[in-house]
């Protein structure tokens, strides 16, 4: 089965950046499409963006439109997220997952302080 390790969080002021990366391995499927999704405390599991195989095709959540980035490197079995504009309600543990989903790795947290 598929292993998926996050990282890149951290602490960052409003209005900040921060890149997350995820790294599968193991079993990973062909053509699969990968997401983040994060969770903040006390609240569901949310996906927050989606790239597709080839990388043409992205969706992104309303609340990240226009200031976060998904990218992927098929050669490196990686996706990251660009995050820029960073709110205080981006605080969040942040996961990565392919669809259909494997088992969750670990998430990386990020922090963003007003």
């Known amino acids: 089965q598929v292993q998926l390790v996050e990282s890149g969080g951290g602490l960052v002021q409003a209005g900040g950046s921060l890149r997350l990366s995820c790294q599968a391995s193991?079993?990973?499927?062909?053509?699969?499409?990968m997401g983040w999704f994060r969770q903040a405390p006390g609240k569901e599991r949310e996906l927050v963006a989606r790239i597709s195989y080839g990388g043409r095709t992205t969706w992104y959540a309303d609340s990240v439109k226009g200031r976060f980035t998904i990218s992927r490197d098929n050669a490196k079995y990686a996706v990251y997220l660009q995050m820029s504009s960073l709110k205080v309600e981006d605080t969040a543990v942040y996961y990565c997952?392919?669809?259909?989903?494997?088992?969750w790795g670990q998430g990386t947290q990020v922090t963003v302080s007003s």
């Open positions: 193991g079993r990973t499927p062909s053509n699969y499409v």
């Open positions: 997952n392919t669809f259909p989903q494997a088992p």
